[in-house]
Nanobody
């Protein structure tokens, strides 16, 4: 099993930045593609970004392209999500999860963290 713990969420103003981290432990030989998702109250969980095991390939939801950047440091078992120019539509609980493949959907993501809250004030 892989355990994931997210951190870095908080309350910021519109236009500010945050960097989220997802730290993995346990069977990190299963530390493959990592995806970030978000879920706002009353809404479905949506894909945000994902990165392959090597870090060589990334993919983003259209809503965050150009503002969010996903990266990873495999030596630290950590995946980051730099979020710049935060908007009023970005607040949500942000989750990271593992997948064998790079997919911009919920399909195949098996291990999940507990989430970290991002709140944006106008």
């Amino acid at each position: 099993q892989v355990q994931l713990v997210e951190s870095g969420g908080g309350l910021v103003q519109a236009g500010d930045s945050l960097r989220l981290a997802c730290v993995g432990s346990g069977r990190t030989d299963g530390w493959n593609t990592i995806g970030w998702f978000r879920q706002a109250p009353g809404k479905e969980r949506d894909f945000v970004a994902a990165i392959t095991k090597s870090g060589g390939v990334t993919t983003y939801a259209d809503s965050v392209k150009g503002r969010f950047t996903i990266s990873r440091d495999n030596a630290k078992n950590t995946v980051y999500q730099q979020m710049n120019s935060l908007k009023r539509e970005d607040p949500a609980v942000y989750y990271c999860a593992t997948n064998r493949f790079l997919r911009p959907t919920l399909i195949g993501y098996d291990y999940w963290g507990q989430g970290t809250q991002v709140t944006v004030s106008s």
